[in-house]
Each structure stands twice: as structure tokens, then as C-alpha cells.
């Protein structure tokens, strides 16, 4: 039996910690033997199988008086203790700082690290430390997984051949969704309330699809990030007098049941890794309008005009134009939602879940 350990900052709910949580509940009813070391405790936290083994590397009660220098060694040596202790055959990291502390806690104990990126390097990798990490500490990697073959160019050339590219897995309940009878008159987006994903530009956009398609809603579905980009967006609502047609609506459980009554799925960020919400919506059958943003997320997932729609980066016209257009064209938005479904047979649990194992495999044997 394989022993991998992970190590991310917690399991509260984001789209890193969505992949973790569902890859470690499959490889421990595959018989793997699976250690979650994690800095924290989120509030509200991905669901755990039981017999996944949660240890807490992360700062203790006794060291909150202590010095910012000696709390900072303080979490890297909680970590090379469990390694010491554990002896995984191969430790898994997810995004930068893990990434970080797993490939120096890995130094001379032989266990092999397995990286992986999920942000894009060029908008989370970009401070002077990072500049001198990634060049010393990558190197160092047993492998690292990427989502798209942009993001590796960040990276060190000897990194990028050991590495994998790898796709988010999409859960099993935004696959087989029967299309709908009739889609209702509705613009949809999911995701966090945050800067980065622009729902601005969107809100900017349906204001003009308003104008010539006055019957048509926009519903924005997604927890508050609180970055001041909710306040941005209802400021934006109020002052545009469009509370009867453009709706915050909030997280949901449901988004299975609710994306598919839209008539097109509208994404808008200025970056993202691979985004999880557009796998989904994809899945679903969704006709989709996207940026094309770096690092490549979208146009990894979507072949312009065959199942989906790619726009500029921060182009508000190109948005207005993109929804208009799958608006007035019903047989074309069908056909690229038919098309995006296909998206599953890439990215369903069981595809994703093999190409990890056979990756484990090969780093750890």
C-alpha cells in the first residue's frame, strides 16, 4: 500500500482544496494509506473521508506570544517532523506556499515532492522571493503538475519535463445532466464574488444585452470573498437601477439544478488556474461565452465556435457581443452546449483519479 501525504494550507472551500478533498477520498478507497497536513482549520471545509489522516502542521496555541522569525521556521519544522515520522513514499503540495515548505522539508530525508501549480504564475508568482525560489527549490521537485502548458513556462525547463498536465476533476453530479425542455430567458455566472473573475465587465455587459433583449435576466451565483468587489458590484446594481434584472444570488448547493435553465453561461475573468466552474458548466451542456485568460484555463478547454465562445481579456463589448449573439442564435448555442458536454469524458473522477495514480506510481517508484 502506497502512503502519500499532502499538504495545503486547509480544506475551506476554494477550487485547490475542492481537487485535494476529492482526490484523497478516491485514492483512500483505492487502498491508499493518505496523510492531509494542513496549516489550519477552515469554517466551512470540504467533507473528509474517515479514513483519511488529518494532521495539523500548522501554528499551535503555545506559539502565539512567539517571535514572527521563530513562528515562520516554527511551521517548517512541524512539517519535516511528520515526514521524518510519516516516511510517505510521496508528498503531494498544492499551491505556492506549500509548495514552498513541502520542497524544503523534503531536503535530504529522500522522500520525493510532487508539486502543484494552480494559480496563474504570472499574477501569484511574481514577487522578488518567488523570483529567487522557483529557480533554487523547483529544480528539486520529483515532479509538479500543471493544469495547462502556460503555466509551465514559469517554470524551470528541467521541472516541465518531469511534470504532468493534469485537469481538474469535475464532480459526477454536473455529468449526465439531461438538457432541458426549454431554457428560461437567463444569463448565468458561478464562482466567488472577487476581483480577479471581473464580474464588473459583466454586469457592464448584460446592461447592454438589457437594452436589446429587455426580457432576459443576469443571475451571478457565488459566496462573498469580501474584497469589496460585492459592494462594487451592488453599488453597480443600485446606481443602474437594475435590482429586477441582475441578481446576486448568492452560494448554492444547487448549481446542478440551477445552471442548466440559463440560455448562456458567461465568463469573465481576467485570470484564473483551471477553473472549475467553467469545467462544470461546460459538463452541464452550457452554451459558454469566455475570456480567453491567462493561464490558458479556457482555451485548454474551449475550440472557438465548436463548443464554446473565446473573447479578449477585459473586453466588455466583446461580452456584450458573445451573449447577444448565443441569445439570437439558438441553434448555434445548442450546438456548442452539445459539444461542451463532451468536456466529461476528459474530466470525469475516475479519468482524473487514474492519471494521478499513474503519476504517484511513476514519482514513487
Known amino acids: 500500500m502506497r502512503k502519500v501525504l499532502f499538504h495545503l494550507n486547509c480544506f475551506e472551500q476554494g477550487g485547490a482544496e475542492r481537487v485535494v478533498s476529492n482526490l484523497v477520498n478516491q485514492l483512500v478507497k483505492d487502498d491508499y494509506e493518505v496523510i492531509a497536513a494542513t496549516e489550519w482549520q477552515g469554517e466551512i471545509e470540504f467533507k473528509l473521508d474517515e479514513r483519511v489522516k488529518r494532521i495539523h502542521v500548522g501554528l499551535r496555541n503555545e506559539d502565539e506570544g512567539k517571535g514572527r522569525l521563530f513562528k515562520i521556521w516554527l511551521r517548517f519544522y512541524y512539517l519535516r517532523e511528520l515526514l521524518k515520522k510519516e516516511k510517505p513514499d510521496v508528498v503531494i503540495s498544492f499551491t505556492r506556499r506549500p509548495n514552498y515548505r513541502a520542497l524544503i522539508c523534503a531536503l535530504g530525508t529522500k522522500i520525493p515532492v510532487i508539486t ?66 426549454a431554457r428560461e430567458k ?27 433583449h429587455p426580457d432576459y435576466v443576469l443571475k451571478i451565483y457565488g459566496g462573498d470573498s469580501f474584497d469589496g468587489t460585492k459592494e462594487k458590484l451592488v453599488k453597480f446594481i443600485r446606481e443602474h437601477k437594475a435590482e429586477d434584472y441582475m441578481l ?35 459538463a452541464l451542456g452550457m452554451p459558454v461565452v469566455a475570456t480567453d485568460c491567462p493561464c490558458g484555463g479556457p482555451r485548454t478547454l474551449i475550440r472557438h465556435e465548436e463548443n464554446g465562445l473565446l473573447i479578449p481579456v477585459g473586453d466588455e463589448k466583446a461580452l456584450t457581443d458573445g451573449i447577444n449573439r448565443l441569445i439570437e442564435d439558438r441553434d ?16 470525469n473522477e475516475a479519468a482524473i483519479l487514474e492519471q494521478w495514480k499513474e503519476y504517484i506510481e511513476a514519482v514513487a517508484g
Open 332 to 347: 448555434l448555442a445548442e450546438r456548442l452546449g452539445e459539444n461542451a458536454r463532451r468536456i466529461s469524458e476528459r474530466v
Open 248 to 282: 446576486l444570488m448568492g452560494a448554492s448547493d444547487e448549481l446542478e439544478k440551477e445552471l442548466p435553465k440559463g440560455a448562456v453561461y458567461a465568463f469573465s475573468s481576467d485570470y484564473e488556474g483551471m477553473p472549475n466552474a467553467l469545467l462544470e458548466a461546460m
Open 116 to 181: 502543484a501549480v494552480r494559480q496563474d504564475p504570472k499574477s501569484y508568482y511574481n514577487s522578488l522571493a518567488d523570483k529567487i525560489l522557483i529557480p533554487l527549490l523547483y529544480p528539486m521537485a520529483a515532479g509538479c503538475v500543471f493544469q495547462t502548458e502556460e503555466q509551465g513556462e514559469s517554470f524551470p525547463a528541467s521541472l516541465r519535463k518531469r511534470a504532468r498536465i493534469i485537469l481538474n476533476p469535475v464532480n459526477h453530479k454536473y455529468i449526465g445532466v439531461p438538457k432541458p425542455e
Open 186 to 212: 437567463l444569463v448565468v455566472q458561478s464562482g466567488r464574488l472577487v476581483d480577479f473573475k471581473n464580474q464588473l465587465m459583466l454586469l457592464g455587459a448584460f446592461f447592454k444585452v438589457h437594452e436589446k
